[in-house]
């Protein structure tokens, strides 16, 4: 009897990878409005004030969003576009993460400055109570998350199954079955006895007239 063997080990990989994507996408993206370093305004006045990671770098976000189309593209292309999609998240990943870093060392001073100067319309601002929130961080978190769908998509993508794949209907190795031959048509049962059969009724001592 013929099997369905769904390719299960290679769309469970292809979900991992756009759950990876989707994830870190998700992060990156929901990080950007929110509060990346905090501070206390001291002079002129005194005043809380914090800057989000919108306010210092719009790179995350547009990868963030790249990061979340390659999580959707990665049901639709086959091969050679599997392949380009991988490299898109495995760039957008380490892209984030790069950026981001490279803003901690001064995340919390020449911006935190410029919102203290904007909020108390001073140029003599000072600043005390500097640290950094968890967001920063956790968009780290996101692009490596994004560049491990993308590094999953290269090694493993070839193996994938697409949009329009089918299950295989045949098990492996197995041969349609030959046509079955038409049966033979049944005999009538009011057909005419043959000479045949009257000489096997007569040698039976049955009477053929009856």
């Known amino acids: 009897m013929a099997s369905e063997q769904p390719a299960r080990p290679s769309s469970r990989e292809k979900v991992l990878a756009a759950l990876f994507a989707a994830a870190g996408a998700a992060v990156v993206l929901a990080s950007a409005g929110r509060s990346w370093a905090h501070g206390t305004l001291t002079a002129p ?87 950094n929130d968890a967001w920063p961080y956790l968009t780290i978190v996101g692009g490596i998350l994004i560049a491990i769908s993308g590094a999953l998509t290269l090694v493993r993508g070839n193996r994938w199954t697409g949009l329009s794949s089918r299950y295989e209907r045949i098990a492996p190795g197995a041969t349609k079955p030959a046509a079955s031959a038409s049966p033979a048509p049944a005999k009538a049962a009011d057909a005419e006895p043959t000479s045949r059969d009257l000489w096997d009724a007569l040698n039976r001592g049955a009477d053929p007239t009856v």
């Not at 060392?105 to 904007?118: M, N, V």
């Open 45 to 131: 006045v005194r005043l809380s004030v914090s800057a989000s990671g919108s306010d210092l770098t719009g790179v995350p976000y547009a990868l963030g969003l790249a990061g979340l189309a390659g999580a959707v593209a990665l049901f639709a292309v086959r091969r050679i576009g599997r392949y380009a999609v991988g490299a898109v998240l495995l760039a957008a990943g380490i892209g984030t993460a790069a950026v981001v870093a490279s803003k901690l060392g001064h995340i919390d001073s020449a911006l935190l400055a410029k919102a203290a100067t904007e909020a108390a319309g001073a140029t003599d601002a000072k600043i005390a109570g500097i640290g």
